[in-house]
């Protein structure tokens, strides 16, 4: 059982409601049985005009109130059955969903590096679904079953052990049946998984590349390899359904031919006289309902078998270690990057950067495209950690840091805004959680969004739909400055956010901007270098290596990289077409 508890990710009292889950589902299996005593008992009465007694009357009314108590108590068996095992399983699977987004967000960015979206949508949809209906429909029933069936295999052997024994001589060899092809059902069972998983990332890539698609008059390719992932998905849910269905039936087919054997026995022993007839027919009704659950145990045992299917790829997902670190604070925001190289896969992006960004100061990475601007802003942020050298903030190793409190510090403001399909307000107060209404409608205010948001049709209310796909860019990115506006962190990361917008939109976003960074220490990736010209600093990459440094007029007389980039920019900036 402990082992289980481990199997499936149970919390503490996930693992007492199971035990909870199975003591109450044995108590149903075992009130089940009263109305099978009770009809047994009657026919024992019914009978007695065949043996030379009388009917006793006054039995059988007995018996009949025996009967109506035990069908309430079945009732109320299977009601508190029914709250043990599927309420207490749909809580525990929420908590292990919660559980999982907790463990996701600590993560390293590495992690989602190699993990593809839907793998990660599936792990907390489908495999917590399949815990859910394991701890809700698939072991209680399971141990209990197992449970009454040992009990009542106990209490006929009373009666006649001879009878009992052929009763469940043919268990065994349903059992060796469905054990034996455990591992065959497994393969099937991985290979339906990674079936499911390859067809919804392909239902996501469709979905996602919807627009791509239509514009190029792609649906043929397209079309044909989501075509293929569910075809494949489908035959292979077929073949599993097939084999196992095998499998099954004839594990069933074995454990039925019991009946016959009872009956051919039973009948045997009766003609001797070495039983009567009322025990008979007790075997013979027995004989028809104690195969029901141990069919259920060994189509269920097949699920329990393959579990750690389910559960492979979260546990591969919760034993991943998340970011270390454990300071909370740092004195000031000076940053300091030392001797500092790092990769994603295998080739090193960063090479050995030093350089500092001094607390208060605006500092403008530039540099070719790919040359690792960003990359470095993101490395700051402690979103991956470097495979060498030393990032300091406020004179701490960041990866000293709980990476939380690193974070809040920090807030971003990317030309890939990210907004949330819930209401304006919401998106807007992400940025400090506990913000009262008012401050949050003041950095709506600063960040020049009040105006278009009191036009949309619930005001602030108003739900901007999946990441804010009813917004222009410029609103969207406004937005995003509120947010970090509220979070009113030191140092602020700025991905040229004006870069894609219209000049009307631009000038409010810049407005918006110069309200976020005054006095913070500021770091942005700039691609136009005119914006970067009153930076107090100018870092140049290229190809991941810090090339050169100082302010605009500095990098100017030093006609190197930078002077070529903004001499290049300048003439393109006279182009027309
Ligand atoms: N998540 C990632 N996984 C693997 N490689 C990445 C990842 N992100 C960036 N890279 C690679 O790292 C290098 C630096 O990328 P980075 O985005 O930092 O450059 P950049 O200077 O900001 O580019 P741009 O100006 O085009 O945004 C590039 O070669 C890029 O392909």
Known sequence: ???????????????????????????????????????????????????????????????????????????????????????????????????????????????????????????????????????????????????????????????????????????????????????????????????????????????????????????????????????????????????????????????????????????????????????????????????????????????????????????????????????????NCDIELEHVTFRYNTKDVIKDVTCKIPQGSITALVGSSGSGKSTISKLIARFWDIQKGTIRVGGKDIRTMEPESLMRKMAFVFQDVTLFNDTVFNNISIGNPNATEEEVMAAAKAAYCDEFVRNMPDGYQTVLGENGSTLSGGERQRISIARALLKNASIIFLDEATASLDPENEVLVQKAIAQLVENKTVIMIAHRLRTVVDADQILVLDDGKLVEYGTHNELMKKKGVYQKLYHIQQESLGWTI
């Open 1 to 331: 059982m402990k082992k289980l508890k481990e199997f499936l990710f149970l919390s503490d009292k996930g693992y007492k409601d199971l035990k909870k889950a199975i003591v109450a589902c044995t108590i149903t299996n075992l009130a089940l049985m009263l109305p099978f005593c009770v009809t047994v008992m009657l026919f024992n009465e019914l009978l007695n005009p065949y043996v030379g007694k009388q009917i006793a009357w006054n039995h059988i009314w007995l018996l009949w109130g025996i009967g109506v108590v035990s069908a309430v108590l079945v009732f109320l068996a299977a009601r508190n059955d029914y709250r043990k095992t599927y309420i207490a399983s749909y809580q525990e699977s929420n908590k292990t969903r919660l559980n999982i987004a907790e463990h996701l967000r600590k993560l390293p960015m590495s992690f989602f590096n190699t993990k593809d979206l839907s793998e990660l949508t599936t792990n907390m949809m489908s495999d917590c679904s399949s815990m859910e209906s394991m701890l809700s429909s698939t072991i209680p029933p399971l141990i209990a079953n197992g449970i009454t069936v040992t009990l009542t295999c106990i209490l006929l052997a009373f009666f006649d052990w001879r009878l009992a024994l052929c009763m469940y001589i043919t268990l065994p060899v349903a059992f060796l049946i469905i054990w034996l092809s455990k591992n065959y059902q497994k393969k099937l069972f991985e290979r339906q998984v990674q079936a499911k998983l390859d067809a919804s990332s392909q239902v996501q890539e469709y979905l996602e590349g919807m627009k791509i698609i239509k514009s190029c008059n792609l649906s043929g390719s397209h079309f044909s390899a989501l075509n293929k992932a569910l075809l494949s998905m489908k035959k292979i849910a077929v073949k599993v359904e097939m084999i196992c269905g095998v499998f099954m039936s004839s594990a069933s087919m074995i454990l039925q031919a019991g009946i016959g054997i009872v009956i051919f026995v039973g009948t045997m022993l009766l003609v001797k006289g070495e039983i009567e007839l009322l025990p008979l027919l007790m075997f013979f009704l027995m004989v028809t309902r104690i195969y029901g659950p141990i069919l259920a145990i060994l189509s269920q045992l097949t699920t329990l078998l393959n579990l750690n299917v389910v559960t492979e790829r979260m546990r591969t997902l919760l034993s991943t270690s998340v970011m270390q670190g454990n300071d909370k604070e740092i004195e």
